[in-house]
């Protein structure tokens, strides 16, 4: 398993269309990957789960990936993540 975490940006949070483009390529992956943000844990390969974290600006979320391509996913995620929120 590989777990980063990452303080989100973005003046809107996550929003639609960054979130639909995060959970495209979270779903490239075979390895589980999951959001969490506090309490509530998500799949990062649905988008209405991932909408409904409602995570602004300046909050932390937590990435895990688990499965055959792990470091991989985490890897670009992360990249995903910095580049556009």
Do not use: C, W
């Amino acid at each position: 398993m590989k777990e980063f975490t990452y303080v989100i940006t973005d003046p809107e949070g996550i929003h639609a269309r960054p979130a639909g483009e995060f959970v495209k390529a979270a779903a490239k992956f075979e390895s589980d990957v999951t959001i969490t943000k506090g309490e509530k844990t998500v799949s990062a390969k649905k988008i209405f789960g991932v909408m409904g974290l409602a995570v602004k600006q300046g909050q932390e979320i937590t990435i895990k990936t688990e499965g055959s391509d792990e470091e991989t996913a985490a890897a670009e995620l992360e990249a995903f993540l910095k580049n556009n929120l």
